[in-house]
């Protein structure tokens, strides 16, 4: 199997190197390419064994898979690279968020199998949750999935979800991670100093993140089993709801969906 990742950035990276670590493909099957040669790429090259070209030609003879993993505002740019040299046998796959099937069909001018995925980068550690979307001829959707879940979990869903999962689970976890930065600098403002603060918000983080994979319990139950009548958690929770954790979360997620509806709209 032969596949090429148009963008080796950080979502097409944490995907090949899910797939490398998972052995679901030998590094020698990966072909990576690039903007511009840089020494990122030709870390990736030196250090995994996968291969490095700027050669069209060579990139695209005979590929299996092409994925899109540029920036949607470079799909352009890169849909000249790959017009001309396209095989009626590769299967396209486009990670890029907003761009829909048919805008990809037009720009490669192309009546090949094509696919939408929205991983995220937790695929490095091989716990992506990734939505999947495929035009009506994308023949195997199994080996495309194995694929996919060599780096994580995948569900199928029609294109006009894609919005909605790219909010929530494609910049989900940026958004987790935001509130661990913003939980950081308020331990600062208790007290604690930079340090410090970064420590104890790190190892909360990692142990809830294990209770959430060991534990069958529900998120809620395992709150309540910390937060005793008329504690110090209640206190702290009421005041979370009281500035709107909800609508917070809400309005984020809104945001991010909204996004991606203009995103898909600015190519029509
Ligand atoms: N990051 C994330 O968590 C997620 C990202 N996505 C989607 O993944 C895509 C990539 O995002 P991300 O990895 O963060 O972006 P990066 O900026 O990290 O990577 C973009 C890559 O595209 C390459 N590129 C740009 N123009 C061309 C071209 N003409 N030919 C070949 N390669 C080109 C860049 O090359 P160079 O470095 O040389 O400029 C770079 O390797 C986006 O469409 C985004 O919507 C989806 C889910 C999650
Ligand atoms: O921010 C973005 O547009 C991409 C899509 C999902 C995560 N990152």
């Not at 690039?34 to 064994?49: D, H, P, V, W």
């Not at 990139?59 to 352009?76: M, T």
């Not at 509130?179 to 007290?191: Q, R």
């Not at 009281?242 to 203009?262: D, P, Y």
Request: net charge negative.
């Amino acid at each position: 199997m032969k596949i090429v990742f148009y963008g080796a950035g950080n979502m097409a990276s944490a995907i090949f190197i899910g797939m490398i670590e998972n052995r679901v493909v030998e590094p020698e099957q990966i072909y990576l390419t690039s903007r511009s040669q840089q020494e990122k790429i030709m870390f990736f090259k030196e250090n995994l064994g996968v291969n490095v070209s700027y050669d069209d030609t060579e990139l695209l003879d005979d590929a299996d898979y092409v994925i899109l993993a540029s920036k949607p505002q470079s799909f352009p740019d890169v849909a000249k690279r790959i017009r001309p040299y396209l095989e009626e046998k590769t299967k396209i796959v486009s990670v890029m968020a907003g761009t829909q099937i048919k805008t990809i069909r037009r720009e490669l001018r192309t009546e090949n199998p094509i696919a939408r995925i929205m991983p995220n980068t937790n695929a490095m550690v091989q716990h992506s949750v990734s939505g999947i979307t495929y035009s009506r001829n994308f023949p195997d959707k199994d080996q495309l999935v194995e694929l996919m879940e060599s780096f994580g979990t995948t569900v199928v869903i029609e294109e006009d979800v894609m919005h909605n999962i790219t909010a929530a689970t494609g910049s989900g976890s940026a958004f987790l991670y935001y509130i661990y930065e913003k939980y950081a600098e308020s331990l600062m403002e208790l007290g604690f100093d930079e340090e410090e603060a970064l420590f104890l918000t790190r190892n909360l983080v990692i142990g809830a993140g294990k209770m959430v994979e060991d534990s069958e319990l529900p998120f809620s139950q395992l709150r309540k089993n910390i937060t005793s009548k008329n504690g110090t958690t209640e206190a702290g929770l009421d005041a979370l709801d009281g500035e709107g954790i909800k609508r917070i979360l809400t309005a984020t997620l809104n945001a991010a969906a909204n996004r991606s509806e203009e995103l898909s709209k600015d190519d029509e």
